[in-house]
């Protein structure tokens, strides 16, 4: 379903980027083979954030708070699905152990949520998952429960980094999540840098002083403003960007892929696998 929306929104070239999951890579390569897309396998890891939050810069772009963890793209253009890759197959095995973390935390959050008069039954949401299980499915669950009217509802008032359903993971640095990603012949880019409360220059030498080689400057949430402040300060560090719809379902973000941006700015792995 996914790779048939994407053809129809005139995606050309498409990535799964699953939460610390590769489980859909396999599945997602068929269907966009069926609709004639370039797939590139990806994945979204969970980190520790590298930068704490500037409150000035949370203030200028009108967040109270930022996330509690990191996220970094990972790509593997040059991979393809079940094919045995021994270095792909370490990273896999690099992996494993934050994917597993994830249904005790889910676990916490909704005997948090239970606590808070809510109950949700942990075995529902984690069906919901055909890989590795997050947030957006607990949310999920809690607007069909009738709990919230929406999943932004459910993030911004319930379990939202910070908020009182929330329960954080253990998670790697940025570096070693680089390092292991390399190791594997991928590339990486910071995904939503709007999230995490860090001006723009500070943000893109940290990113270039860790390795990453691009960044996300072409989000949802990013402003037009913002994007070109990102891309351009990525030039200067000859670093690329990436262009994420960070798609959740048709009741999150029901048009993926209908943002600008400029094709000689992304990465030229990402173009040509």
């Not at 990806?42 to 954030?49: D, F, L, N």
């Not at 957006?136 to 999943?151: D, F, I, Q, T, W």
């Not at 990102?230 to 009741?251: C, I, N, P, R, W």
Request: proline fraction near 7%.
């Amino acid at each position: 379903m996914v790779a048939r929306l994407m053809k129809q929104e005139g995606v050309s070239v498409w990535s799964l980027t699953d939460h610390d999951t590769t489980s859909g890579w396999k599945e997602a390569q068929e269907a966009a083979d069926a609709e004639g897309l370039l797939f590139v396998p990806g994945v979204e890891i969970t980190c520790e954030p590298a930068l704490k939050p500037e409150p000035k810069q949370l203030e200028a772009t009108g967040r109270d708070r930022a996330s509690a963890s990191w996220h970094l793209l990972a790509f593997f253009p040059h991979h393809q699905p079940g094919a045995d890759q021994p270095e792909v197959e370490a990273f896999k095995a690099w992996l494993l152990p934050k994917q597993d973390g994830r249904q005790p935390r889910m676990r916490a959050m909704c005997q948090r949520l239970t606590e808070l008069g809510m109950p949700v039954n942990v075995e529902d949401v984690i069906q919901r998952a055909s890989g590795s299980v997050g947030r957006p499915h607990l949310a999920e669950a809690m607007v069909e429960l009738g709990y919230v009217s929406s999943k932004q509802e459910a993030f911004e008032t319930w379990i939202g980094d910070g908020l009182p359903a929330f329960v954080p993971h253990e998670k790697p640095s940025v570096i070693e999540a680089v390092e292991a990603v390399k190791a594997a012949g991928g590339i990486t880019s910071l995904a939503h840098p709007l999230y995490y409360g860090v001006s723009t220059p500070t943000l893109l030498r940290t990113l270039h002083g860790l390795g990453v080689d691009a960044v996300e400057a072409v989000h949802r949430s990013h402003t037009d403003a913002y994007r070109h402040e990102l891309t351009e300060e990525a030039k200067q560090y000859g670093m690329s960007v990436s262009v994420g719809s960070d798609f959740h379902g048709l009741s999150y973000q029901s048009r993926p892929g209908n943002m600008p941006h400029q094709v000689e700015r992304l990465h030229p792995r990402l173009m040509s696998s």
